[in-house]
């Protein structure tokens, strides 16, 4: 049993006790314990991250149930490409919602658009409702669409808990502007969760400039070129650790 600096008990529904929140996306079990090890808020748990990544394995989702006693988010994605779900595609995310909410999971992160790549709303909220009482995060999917004001509007009425978004931009410094618009429109109906490239030369400024609560990275870099072979050594796991810390730490230095 790891022992993660900070305890699912001492956060309410993924916020920590100062409301600033750093969640941590990975696909690897050895990663989400070392996010854990390195004070990660929230914990995203995904299968391979290239094209924004898929749903984790059950063994995956399970054993990080176990073993960390910090408030995790499943990704619930049946493959990669473009956002839309065919019919049997739907059936397979609403088992894996109903999985992750067996197992003990706080939070799901789904979202399906229409072929216009507008929000499918009726879908999204079917899949929301069948996620209660977790918690449920519309993920990227909303920085596809064509018009992020009119996306707002059905996410919300779609019940979803957040929108992970850079502001439709290619990082969250470079959307961070439209994220605060966005944020400004919501009106405290949904909470911004920024996203996009984060590290700890850009989140004091992204932070800043948007006036989000949370924050959502992957720190890729900081793991080393072994992880491309899947096998990252423990002093590279230690690393990632590390670089948890750290952004945690100039997270809060920028909102303090």
């Known amino acids: 049993m790891p022992d993660p600096l900070t305890s699912k ?9 100062d409301g600033l929140v750093l969640e941590i996306c990975v696909d690897s079990l050895d990663l989400a314990l070392a996010a854990a090890r390195g004070g990660a808020d929230r914990i995203e748990l995904c299968g391979p991250l290239h094209d924004g990544g898929i749903t984790p394995s059950a063994g995956v989702a399970a054993a990080a ?5 910090l408030p995790l988010a499943m990704l619930v994605r049946a493959r990669t490409g473009p956002f839309t779900a065919s019919a049997a595609e739907f059936e397979v995310m609403q088992r894996d919602v109903l999985y992750a909410r067996e197992i003990g999971m706080d939070m799901v992160v789904l979202g399906i658009l229409r072929a216009d790549r507008t929000v499918d709303v009726e879908r999204t909220r079917d899949l929301v409702t069948l996620a209660q ?8 999917a909303f920085d596809a669409t ?3 004001e009119q996306a707002l509007v ?17 990082t969250a410094l470079q959307g961070a502007l439209q994220v605060a618009r966005l944020q400004d429109a919501a009106r405290s109906r949904i909470t911004m969760l920024l996203c996009g490239g984060i590290g700890l030369l850009s989140i004091r400024e992204a932070v800043a400039i948007s006036k989000v609560r949370e924050v959502h990275a992957a720190l ?22 590390s670089a948890v810390s750290t952004l945690k730490l100039r997270m809060r230095q920028e909102t303090t």
């Open 9 to 17: 008990n001492s956060i309410q529904n993924g916020l920590a006790k």
């Open 133 to 140: 009482p977790m918690q449920t995060t519309f993920h990227r």
């Open 65 to 69: 149930r176990a073993m960390i006693d």
């Open 220 to 241: 890729r870099d900081s793991v080393g070129p072994n992880y491309a072979l899947g096998c990252p050594l423990p002093e590279e796991l230690e690393r990632f650790a």
């Open 146 to 148: 064509p018009d992020p």
């Open 154 to 170: 059905d996410v919300i009425e779609t019940g979803a808990t957040r929108v992970l978004t850079s502001g439709g931009s290619t």
